[in-house]
C-alpha cells in the first residue's frame, strides 16, 4: 500500500482586477476500489461568496466556485491524502482471455454494469472514432491473443511512436493534432489510447489524477515540482477496470493516484469558469506535489 | 359565386373536402361560409396581409444577411379540425408528453429504462442533447419539458401522426396566437356565426404553469423570459409572449448570480428571479459549465438550479429525446412508463445504426426521407425522390460513414389544404404544431400553429425555408349550416365559452 499527500495549486494572475469569478473544479480525489481517500479539502483566495461539491454523473466531485471579491490573483488549492492498492494486472486469470473473448463477455454483465460500459464505448467530444483512429489500433489487435497483449502492445505503440513533447499540443488539442504533430503531452497519449481501446469494442476512461516522481538522482525533491497526470483505464470483465498509462509505458500501479475520470478531458478538466473584468493577460501557474507518506506518522501541515 | 371551389381537388388526403370535392363531416358550416364568399375571399387575404403590416408581425431567416425582419406569410383560408378529433389529438398528447417527461427524469436519475433494456444505453449516451451535467437533479414534479410543440402530420389515409417532438425551445406559438387575431379581424362575421374554440387561453395558463414553479411561495413569484436577443429569429414571439404574461424580457447580461441566487439588474438594484422561461439553446447558458465564450446565459445559472434556487423552463437537457433515434423508442416510453398504448401513433422510422434498417434504407434511398437524427428546422433532410443522384450517393456515404447520426422515413405525403396562390384556391401541404403545457395539470393549445408548404408540390412546411401558416380553426360539428340562422338570431345571447382550456367532451 502507498499513502500520499497530494497538494495541487493553481494560480491565475490578472493584468487588470476581475470583478467576479464563477467556475468549477474537479481536483478532489474520488473513492475506488483501488483508492480511500482520508482527507480531501479544496480553498480558494479569495474567500468564495458560495462553493459547494456534488457528485457528478461519473462519480467525481464537482465543485461549483463563486468569488464576488474584486480580486487580480485566484488561487485555487486541493490537498488530500489517499491510499492506494492495486492489483499486479497481469496476474489476473480474466485478461489471458483473448480480445475477443473480453469483448464478449461485455454482454454478460450486470444490466448496471453493462449500462456504465456503455458510457463509455461510444465517441466523446474529444475522442472521435474516425479512421485515424481505427486504424492506428488495427495493428494491435489481434482477435484470439490475450487481451493483455493487446492493451500492453498498444500503451507501447503509442509510448514509442509519439515523442513526449509539451511544445506541440495544448488543453484544446485533438487526437488530429497528436499525429500531425508526431508528439504531445499525456493528455494526448490518453485521448489516443482510450480512442484505440473503444474502437476495439472495449469500454475505456480519461482517468485525471497524479503520478509520484523520482528527482534525479543525488538532488532532494522539489516541493511543487510534480505534474497532474492522464492515462487510460479499459474495462475487462472479471478484472474489472484495467489502468494504463501510455505517456510511461506501463500499467498503473500504487504510485498512481486518481483524482477523476470521464468519457475525456471535457468530463474532468481540473479547473474552468469564466471572470468579469476589463480584459487584460491571465497568467496560469500550475503547482503540484505528491509527497509519500508513512501510514500512522503525523505528518507537520 | 362558388367557381372557384369547383375545380378544387387534392392529390392527397384534403382537410377540408373528401374526394368528391364534398365538405368533410363538421366542416359543412365552414366551407358553406367560404364558397359563399366567392371572389371576395381575396379582399379578405388582402387585409390580413395588410393587418400583419400594420401589427408590425415578423420573423427572421438568417440566410437574407441585410434584411432581418420579413413579414410573416399567413394564408387567411382557415384549417379545420372538428372538436371531436380535437380531443383524441389532445388526448394523445397529453399522454406523449406525460411519458417523455418521465423518460427524461429517468434517464438524468435511476436510468431504470436502459437497465430494463427498453431502449439501448448507447443511443442514450450518442444523443447530441444528453447532458451528463444535468445528472442528478430533480425538477419540481419531475417536468423537464414544461413547454413543447409537437409536429403532426396526416398521412394520405388521414391518420394524424407525430412527425416529431421539440422539448427544447420550440418557437411559433405567438404567429399561432397573432393569426387567430388577424383572422378574428377579417372573419369576424364567421366568428359570430360559427362555434370555433377560442384558442387566447394559451397565455394565461402559459404564466399560471410558470408561477407555479416559483420556489418560493412567500412572494409573488418574478418571472424572466431569457432571450438570446435582437438577432434571433424568434425575437418577435419572446417580446410579445413577454408582455403577455407579465414577464420581464432579460437578456444574459441582464442576470447576475449572487451566492447562488438569480438575480436581474434593475434601475433600482437588483430583483431576485424565480422563475425563468428560457429560449436560449442549452450550451449557452452557464458559461461556467457550457460554452465558456458564451455571453446568452449568466455564470452560477446551471448551479443556482440544481440547488432549487431558480426553476428553468424548459429544464436544461430536456432536449435529449429530440434527437429523432430517440424519438423512434416514444411509442415504446409510452407503453413502459404508463402501461398504455399510445393515441398518437409515430411516423415508421428506421434506424440506420441497426444492421437491418441500414440495408433496407441503402436499398430504398430514392423512396425515402432521410434525416440527420440531431438537426431541427429541416436542415439536412434528404427527400428521396426529390434528390439527384449525386445527393444519394453523397447521403450514402454519409449513412455508412455515421448510421448512428442517419433514421430514414417513408415519404408521407400530407394532407393538403385550401390555400389562396395568387387568387386562385389550390391544395398545399400542411403541417400542424399544437403546444402543450405540462405540470400536473397539462394543457394543450387549442388547436396549433398550421404551417403550409406555399410551393406547388412542396412538403417542407418550415417558415425558415420559406413556408406559410394558417389559423387553425376547432369547430364544433354540432352546429348545422342550416341551423346557423336559428342558432344567432340578433339579440339572443351568445353562450360564452369558459377560458379554462377544457374541451367540451
Not at chain 2, 414544461?146 to 425551445?169: C, F, K, P, W, Y
Not at chain 2, 412572494?219 to 418577435?236: M, R, W
Not at chain 2, 410579445?240 to 438569480?262: F, K, P
Not at chain 2, 348545422?480 to 339579440?491: A, V
Request: aromatic share 8%.
Amino acid at each position: 500500500m502507498s499513502r500520499f499527500a497530494v497538494t495541487h495549486t493553481t494560480t491565475y494572475r490578472y493584468q487588470s482586477t476581475v470583478s467576479s469569478s464563477y467556475g468549477q473544479a474537479c481536483l478532489l480525489p474520488r473513492s475506488s476500489p483501488e483508492q480511500s481517500v482520508i482527507s480531501a479539502a479544496l480553498t480558494v483566495q479569495p474567500q468564495p461568496a458560495h462553493m459547494t461539491t456534488r457528485v457528478d454523473a461519473f462519480g467525481n466531485l464537482v465543485s461549483y466556485i463563486e468569488v464576488r471579491e474584486p480580486h487580480q490573483l485566484l488561487e485555487v488549492t486541493a490537498t488530500s491524502e489517499v491510499d492506494i492498492v492495486r492489483p499486479q494486472i497481469q496476474f489476473l486469470p480474466a485478461v489471458q482471455e483473448s480480445l475477443a473473448e473480453a469483448r464478449r463477455k461485455l454482454v454478460e454483465l450486470e444490466a448496471v454494469e453493462r449500462v456504465e460500459a456503455a458510457r463509455f464505448l461510444t465517441a466523446s467530444s474529444r475522442v472521435p472514432l474516425d479512421d485515424q483512429v481505427r486504424n492506428y489500433a488495427l495493428a494491435s489487435i489481434v482477435e484470439d491473443r490475450p487481451v493483455f497483449d493487446f492493451i500492453r502492445n498498444l500503451t507501447e505503440r503509442i509510448n514509442s511512436d509519439f515523442t513526449f513533447d509539451s511544445s506541440a499540443t495544448t488543453v484544446t488539442s485533438t487526437i488530429a493534432d497528436l499525429f500531425e504533430r508526431g508528439g504531445g503531452v499525456c493528455q494526448d497519449f490518453a485521448h489516443l489510447a482510450v480512442g484505440c481501446l473503444r474502437s476495439a469494442g472495449l469500454p475505456a476512461r480519461y482517468v485525471s489524477g497524479y503520478l509520484e516522481t523520482f528527482p534525479p538522482a543525488g538532488q532532494p525533491k522539489l516541493i511543487g515540482a510534480d505534474v497532474s497526470h492522464a492515462w487510460a483505464a479499459v474495462l475487462i470483465p472479471g478484472a474489472g477496470w484495467v489502468n494504463c498509462d501510455p505517456t510511461n509505458n506501463q500499467f498503473a500501479d500504487d504510485r498512481y493516484v486518481t483524482t477523476a475520470w470521464g468519457r475525456d478531458y471535457d468530463d474532468v478538466t481540473p479547473v474552468k469558469g469564466v471572470i468579469y473584468s476589463n480584459g487584460g493577460m491571465t497568467q496560469l501557474s500550475v503547482s503540484v506535489d505528491v509527497h509519500r507518506i508513512v501510514p500512522d506518522q503525523q505528518q507537520p501541515q | 359565386m362558388k367557381s372557384d371551389w369547383t375545380g378544387y381537388s387534392s392529390i392527397t388526403f384534403d382537410e377540408l373536402v373528401d374526394g368528391d370535392g364534398k365538405p368533410r363531416t363538421g366542416n359543412e358550416a365552414v366551407f358553406q361560409r367560404l364558397a359563399d364568399l366567392g371572389p371576395a375571399l381575396v379582399e379578405r387575404q388582402r387585409a390580413a396581409e395588410a393587418e400583419i403590416r400594420s401589427m408590425g408581425i415578423t420573423f427572421t431567416l438568417y440566410t437574407e444577411g441585410s434584411s432581418i425582419d420579413r413579414a410573416w406569410p399567413i394564408d387567411v383560408i382557415p384549417r379545420i379540425i372538428t372538436a371531436s378529433e380535437w380531443n383524441t389529438i389532445s388526448g394523445g398528447l397529453i399522454q406523449r408528453l406525460k411519458a417523455l417527461n418521465m423518460f427524461i427524469e429517468d434517464v438524468y436519475n435511476e436510468q431504470n429504462v436502459v437497465n430494463d433494456g427498453i431502449l439501448p444505453a448507447q443511443w442514450l449516451e450518442d444523443s447530441a442533447n444528453f447532458r451528463t451535467e444535468c445528472c442528478g437533479v430533480h425538477p419540481a414534479g419531475g417536468v423537464w419539458a414544461h413547454i413543447s410543440g409537437s409536429d403532426l402530420v396526416r398521412d394520405a389515409t388521414g391518420q394524424m401522426m407525430v412527425l416529431e417532438d421539440n422539448l427544447r425551445v420550440p418557437s411559433g406559438v405567438s404567429y399561432m396566437l397573432e393569426n387567430r387575431q388577424i383572422s378574428k379581424r377579417v372573419f369576424a362575421d364567421l366568428f359570430r356565426d360559427l362555434d370555433i374554440h377560442p384558442l387566447d387561453n394559451y397565455t394565461e395558463e402559459l404564466g399560471k404553469m410558470l408561477s407555479k414553479l416559483s420556489p418560493r411561495d412567500d412572494v409573488e413569484p418574478v418571472i424572466a423570459l431569457l432571450t438570446p436577443g435582437i438577432f434571433n429569429s424568434a425575437y418577435y414571439e419572446h417580446g410579445m409572449l413577454a408582455t403577455q404574461i407579465g414577464a420581464h424580457l432579460v437578456e444574459g447580461s441582464d442576470l447576475q448570480v449572487v451566492d447562488n441566487i438569480v438575480y436581474m439588474k434593475t434601475v433600482r438594484g437588483l430583483v431576485r428571479v424565480d422563475v425563468i422561461y428560457r429560449r436560449v439553446d442549452d450550451l449557452f447558458l452557464d458559461p461556467a459549465v457550457f460554452r465558456s465564450d458564451s455571453t446568452l446565459g449568466a455564470a452560477g445559472l446551471m448551479a443556482a438550479w440544481r440547488a432549487g434556487n431558480v426553476a428553468l423552463a424548459n429544464a436544461p437537457g430536456a432536449g435529449v429525446a429530440d434527437d429523432k433515434v430517440l424519438y423512434s423508442y416514444v411509442p415504446d416510453f409510452i407503453r413502459y412508463y404508463l402501461n398504455e398504448e399510445p393515441t398518437l401513433p409515430n411516423v415508421p422510422t428506421w434506424r440506420c445504426m441497426e444492421p437491418d434498417h441500414r440495408q433496407h434504407v441503402l436499398a430504398n434511398l430514392d423512396s425515402l426521407v432521410c434525416k440527420p437524427a440531431n438537426e431541427s428546422g429541416g436542415k439536412g433532410v434528404t427527400i428521396g425522390n426529390r434528390a439527384t443522384e449525386e445527393e444519394l450517393d453523397h447521403l450514402r456515404t454519409e449513412i455508412e460513414t455515421d448510421p448512428r447520426n442517419w433514421i430514414a422515413q417513408p415519404i408521407l405525403s400530407l394532407s393538403t389544404s385550401p390555400t389562396l396562390c395568387d387568387g386562385i384556391i389550390a391544395p398545399r401541404h400542411i403541417d400542424l404544431r399544437p403546444f402543450v403545457l405540462s405540470s400536473d395539470e397539462p394543457f394543450v393549445s387549442v388547436g396549433g400553429l398550421t404551417r403550409v408548404a406555399l410551393r406547388e408540390g412542396s412538403l417542407i412546411v418550415n417558415s425558415s425555408q420559406g413556408g406559410g401558416s394558417k389559423d387553425t380553426w376547432i369547430v364544433d360539428e354540432s352546429v348545422r349550416p342550416d341551423r346557423l340562422l336559428e342558432h344567432r338570431q340578433p339579440g339572443q345571447q351568445q353562450v360564452q365559452r369558459s377560458g379554462n382550456g377544457q374541451n367540451p367532451s
